[in-house]
Nanobody
């Protein structure tokens, strides 16, 4: 059974940084494109980034381009999201997911999520 476990969320002030981690198990992580998705309270899910299975191609939503960086360590079955210059509008639950091109993946592709809160 595919399992994704996110960690690294927390509370930060505007302009701060966080690094999210995602540990994968139960599927062929090395051969799977991976995504990050977020969902703010009262809003629909938003696709943020996609990294191909080799880790040498990445894509980002305009809302996070230039501030967020996705990368992976296949040997460790780990996915990461480095988030810089965080702003209050980045407050959301963040999920790693098996990739679904540059779209929000089906909900059963996601992990359980980690909360990120950005406030003064």
């Amino acid at each position: 059974e595919a399992q994704l476990v996110e960690s690294g969320g927390g509370s930060v002030q505007p302009g701060g940084s966080l690094r999210l981690s995602c540990e994968a198990s139960g599927f062929d992580f090395r051969g799977t494109d991976m995504s990050w998705v977020r969902q703010a309270p009262g809003k629909g899910p938003e696709w943020l980034s996609l990294i191909n299975y080799l880790g040498d191609h990445t894509w980002y939503a305009n809302s996070v381009k230039g501030r967020f960086t996705v990368y992976r360590e296949n040997a460790m079955r780990m996915l990461y999201l480095q988030m810089n210059d965080l702003q209050p509008e980045d407050t959301a639950m963040y999920y790693c997911s098996r990739g679904y091109n540059r779209y929000v993946p089906p909900r059963d592709y996601w992990g359980q999520g980690t909360q990120v809160t950005v406030s003064p």
